[in-house]
Structures are given as C-alpha cells and as structure tokens.
C-alpha cells in the first residue's frame, strides 16, 4: 500500500515534467499561429493576447519550477555535506581515541595490562556504540573474553543501551555454538533476524533476549583466538555492511590489545587456541 501511495504521488510529478516543455515549446507557436485559422479582427486579436498571457505564464512558471529545484539541489547537497562531516567526525574521534589509548596501553608494564584491559575494552564499546553506530536503534556492545578453560566467554567491556550480556558457557545450546565458533576463528556473523540464524527452539524457558538483530566478530590474532566482539540491536536489519566493517576493525583494536596482555610463550603451553 505504500509502495503505491508513493507511485500515486509522485506519478503527477512526473507528468509535469515530461508535459510542461512540451506546453513551453508550443506557445509561441499558439500565439502568433492559431489567429491566422479566423479572419475576425477581435477574435485574431482576443487569440493573440491569450496565446502571449499563455507564453507568458510558461515561460514565469519554467523560470519558477527552475529555481525550485536548484533550491532542492543545492539543499540536499548541504544536507549530504553535513552529514559526510558528522561522518567524518565521528570516525576519526572514534578511531583515534581508541588508537591513541592502545598505544598508552603498550607503554603500560606488562603486569599491568590484565587490570587495564577491560577498561580498554569499554572504551571500544563505547566508541561503537555512541560515535561509529549512533543512528542504530538501542544499539549495545559487548566484548567478550574466552575463560582460561576455555568453557566460557565471559563479558568484560559494554557500551551502549541495555544490560552487560550474560556470560556463554560449555554445556548450553548457544554457549557451545558461540565457543566452536570463537575457536576455530569463524567468520563475522551478520545477522538480520536472530530467528532465522538460529533455532529458537533452544532458548530456555523465559528467555526473551533484547536484540533481533547482531554482528558478531571473533577476537582473533596469529592464528590465535581472545573472545569475541558483539553489536546488537531490537531492530531488525539494523547494521549495514559499513556498520560491519566498523565493528571488524574495532575487533581487531581489541585483538591488538590481547595479545599485548598475553605472551605468546604463556599461550604457546595449551595446544588448543585461547588466553
């Protein structure tokens, strides 16, 4: 219905369009042509002045519809170049804030980067959900951390709308799936409607979560799992392929940050992937 409501309004407009150069050509014509059809003075001269108010009247309305849309293009030209700088603004805030605090982080001794890692952690929640991804509906971050014994992803940075996540463990539907994922490294999951990317079926009685709509991308480097980080949202459909990419980078800001927090030699001990 409001597919067609929109042909209907805009089906006048398209006419006018298409008719009104046609009317503007013709009236010269009409005027100084279509007396010549009488011989009668006053209707010859009655058909001249009607044909010039004709011309006339084309030719201010042509100005007029001219002027409205240079009006209309120069607008929606503003309203784009406003919206690329509030963009713009935001990504390099975003992504600057949180470069600028991994490198701090670096300079932090090493046995003070567990304690500072969820706090980074939060400001990469943050940085998603209020500056990268403010026009999603209650959109909420959270990055997750895989527990030493690998049974668990265990939140440990949050931002936006709602409730921290609860933790996912071994032993549930969706804390196996999420874990088998999160190890192997799988891909980002992009997801429009929960239902649909999982059997709901499996949900424990009671279980109404927040969000309809998520992406979620493993913390990942060398080979090497962390967590994972989650953007979700009420809304369906509610991230582009932009938002995305947006939330893979930040991923991997995370993953910076892990594997700064933990050697290598302490994780090369365990031969299955994880802190």
């Given amino acids: 219905m409001g597919a067609q409501r929109g042909r209907r309004r805009t089906r006048p407009g398209r006419i006018g369009t298409v008719a009104w150069p046609v009317v503007v050509a013709a009236a010269p014509t009409a005027a100084f042509q279509l007396p010549n059809l009488f011989v009668v003075p006053a209707v ?14 084309a030719v201010v309305v042509q100005v007029v519809r001219t002027r409205h849309s240079d009006a209309a293009r120069g607008a929606a030209e503003d309203n784009a170049a406003a919206v690329e700088l509030e963009q713009s603004t935001a ?15 670096t300079e932090l001794p090493t046995r003070e980067r ?8 939060d400001r990469v929640a ?31 940075g949050h931002g936006g709308a709602g409730d921290t996540a609860g933790v996912f463990r071994a032993g549930t539907p969706y804390g196996d799936r999420n874990l ?21 079926d499996d949900d424990v009685p009671g ?22 980080l989650t953007v979700d949202s009420p809304a369906p459909d509610a991230f582009t392929e932009l ?20 050697s290598f030699p302490d994780r090369d001990r365990n031969a299955r992937k994880g802190p």
């Fill in 44 to 57: 010859r001269l009655s058909l001249v002045v009607f044909g010039l108010v004709v011309l006339a009247a």
């Fill in 91 to 105: 990504v390099r805030y975003a992504f600057g804030q949180i470069a600028t605090r991994l490198v701090r982080f």
């Fill in 114 to 121: 567990r304690g500072e890692l969820p706090v980074f952690a």
């Fill in 126 to 156: 943050v940085a998603l959900a209020f500056y990268l991804l403010p026009k999603v509906p209650d959109v909420r971050a959270n990055v997750y951390q895989l527990s030493a014994d690998l049974r668990a992803l265990e939140p440990i």
């Fill in 180 to 200: 088998e994922w999160v190890l192997v490294g799988g891909a980002p999951r992009v997801v429009g409607d929960r239902a649909a990317d999982v059997d709901v």
């Fill in 207 to 228: 279980f109404e979560p927040r969000y309809t709509s998520y992406v979620s991308v493993v913390i990942r480097s060398e080979e090497y799992s962390f967590g994972m």
């Fill in 243 to 262: 938002d995305a990419k947006a939330i893979a980078m930040m991923a991997s800001f995370m993953a910076v940050a892990f594997s700064l927090t933990y």
